[in-house]
């Protein structure tokens, strides 16, 4: 009984097939891969025959032949040291699940990386057919590597060391963040503050020369924080503690980066600050907390669920070798909330 078992579980071969109808292998599997000259006659018979005992070609065999593996890769970011993954950023999630659910669409599989690959070595054990690279830092290895493997890229956001890189995603951080600084300015706010990543991602990059250029063109006083990367991942309480104890105190705080709001928050409250009444705030990126927390944050929603989509369709044409138009500039929207709400509502 275990054996017949063990034999009804094993895998039906091309070779099964081809005994089954007394062909040789080569006429079997070119009547299934469209080889050949045969008669349509014995494609359909072969193609019968195969659907009745099950045969079904293995992923191997196919990525032989087609010369690819019906795989899509989605690299999450790293700091600039490489140690520090974005594996609790709800943008980044979000993204994950837009890019799988757009691969799964094409027929494709989607593999989520770890953030550590270097080289192209650990690029082949991967392979892809395709990479989309999240957030790459200047100069990034990995976008080397796989450019050197002749693999076909998509970043979201661009490495800053390629600024005419043609196939990126960008959100547009550096109008992002002047829409930021506009609106807390027409609510009153004159000393405005910014937390920000101390790295080398364009992103964290575009919304520092944004911000240097608004205050200048103000005339303001630049107030900024960077906060190094490898603590990227934590709360900014100590910034923002240390930040908002200053006299004259801000009077507005942008957070470039979602994970800073638990933080800013939490320095408030030891400090007594009232959120909008003494300090507005507002964040650059959404995300479920910010919408709903004590108080709702007024933030930038970047939209990472499209951002993805557009990446693997991009990624998608570039696999089949077809012409790309880039970069793509996916629409951000600026959500208003209670934590800047003082003062008159612009337009109102």
């Given at each position: 009984m275990a054996e017949r078992?063990?034999?009804?579980?094993?895998?039906?071969?091309?070779?099964?097939?081809?005994?089954?109808?007394?062909?040789?292998?080569?006429?079997?599997?070119?009547?299934?891969?469209?080889?050949?000259?045969?008669?349509?006659?014995t494609r359909e018979r072969v193609r019968q025959a195969a659907a009745e005992l099950g045969y079904r070609p293995s992923r191997t065999a196919l990525a032989f032949r087609l010369g690819r593996t019906g795989t899509i890769a989605y690299s999450l970011p790293t700091a600039d040291d490489g140690s520090v993954p974005m594996l609790?950023?709800?943008?980044?999630?979000?993204?994950?699940?837009?890019?799988?659910?757009?691969?799964?669409?094409?027929?494709?599989?989607?593999?989520?990386?770890?953030?550590?690959?270097?080289?192209e070595e650990g690029w082949n054990l991967i392979g892809a057919d395709g990479v989309v690279l999240c957030d790459p830092v200047q100069g990034d290895e990995r976008l080397a590597s796989l450019e050197r493997l002749?693999?076909?890229?998509?970043?979201?956001?661009?490495?800053?060391?390629?600024?005419?890189?043609?196939?990126?995603?960008?959100?547009?951080?550096?109008?992002?963040?002047?829409?930021?600084?506009?609106?807390?300015h027409e609510r009153g706010a004159r000393r405005i503050a910014l937390?920000?990543?101390?790295?080398?991602?364009?992103?964290?990059?575009?919304?520092?020369?944004?911000?240097?250029?608004?205050?200048?063109?103000?005339?303001?006083?630049?107030i900024v924080r960077l906060i190094p990367p490898a603590r990227i991942n934590h709360d900014a309480y100590v910034d923002a503690l240390e930040l908002l104890g200053s006299d004259p105190r801000p009077d507005a705080l942008v957070a470039s980066a979602e994970q800073y709001r638990p933080g800013v928050l939490r320095a408030c409250r030891d400090l007594g600050i009232g959120i909008p009444d003494?300090?507005?705030?507002?964040?650059?990126?959404?995300?479920?907390?910010?919408?709903?927390?004590?108080?709702?944050?007024?933030?930038?929603?970047?939209?990472?669920?499209?951002?993805?989509?557009?990446?693997?369709?991009?990624?998608?044409?570039?696999?089949?070798?077809?012409?790309?138009?880039?970069p793509?500039?996916?629409e951000s929207m600026l959500r208003v909330r209670a934590s800047s709400g003082r003062g008159q509502t612009p337009g109102a």
């Amino acid at each position: 009984m275990a054996e017949r078992g063990a034999a009804r579980s094993r895998r039906t071969t091309i070779r099964d097939v081809a005994e089954h109808l007394g062909l040789s292998v080569s006429t079997v599997s070119s009547s299934l891969n469209g080889g050949g000259t045969l008669k349509e006659s014995t494609r359909e018979r072969v193609r019968q025959a195969a659907a009745e005992l099950g045969y079904r070609p293995s992923r191997t065999a196919l990525a032989f032949r087609l010369g690819r593996t019906g795989t899509i890769a989605y690299s999450l970011p790293t700091a600039d040291d490489g140690s520090v993954p974005m594996l609790d950023v709800e943008a980044y999630m979000i993204g994950a699940r837009a890019a799988a659910n757009a691969a799964f669409e094409a027929g494709y599989a989607l593999t989520l990386t770890p953030p550590t690959i270097r080289g192209e070595e650990g690029w082949n054990l991967i392979g892809a057919d395709g990479v989309v690279l999240c957030d790459p830092v200047q100069g990034d290895e990995r976008l080397a590597s796989l450019e050197r493997l002749g693999v076909p890229v998509v970043t979201i956001e661009r490495d800053s060391s390629r600024p005419d890189w043609p196939y990126v995603v960008t959100g547009d951080y550096e109008r992002n963040t002047r829409t930021l600084l506009d609106h807390l300015h027409e609510r009153g706010a004159r000393r405005i503050a910014l937390l920000a990543p101390d790295a080398s991602w364009s992103s964290a990059e575009d919304t520092i020369r944004a911000y240097r250029e608004w205050a200048t063109e103000h005339g303001a006083e630049e107030i900024v924080r960077l906060i190094p990367p490898a603590r990227i991942n934590h709360d900014a309480y100590v910034d923002a503690l240390e930040l908002l104890g200053s006299d004259p105190r801000p009077d507005a705080l942008v957070a470039s980066a979602e994970q800073y709001r638990p933080g800013v928050l939490r320095a408030c409250r030891d400090l007594g600050i009232g959120i909008p009444d003494q300090l507005l705030i507002a964040i650059g990126g959404d995300s479920q907390a910010a919408e709903h927390g004590d108080p709702p944050i007024t933030a930038i929603d970047f939209q990472p669920a499209l951002q993805s989509e557009l990446a693997v369709q991009m990624l998608l044409r570039r696999i089949e070798g077809d012409a790309v138009e880039g970069p793509i500039v996916s629409e951000s929207m600026l959500r208003v909330r209670a934590s800047s709400g003082r003062g008159q509502t612009p337009g109102a």
